[in-house]
């Protein structure tokens, strides 16, 4: 049987976490950034997991991670 491919999509978004959640970069830190305080820009600088509902989905879409 051929190997799988990963969502390239996801893999560039995703990454799993030691405990095996999946941890990503926060949105809304691109552009427009003039308007947008420095407490907001400082907050969403971190890693967010994704939320449980979402696991199963991006464990699919990503079948070796």
Known sequence: MPKMKSN?????RFKKSASGRFK??????RHILTKKSSKRKRHLRGKKLAHDSDTALIQRMLPYA
């Open 8 to 12: 390239s999509g996801a893999a560039k």
């Open 24 to 29: 990503s970069k926060q949105s809304h830190l």
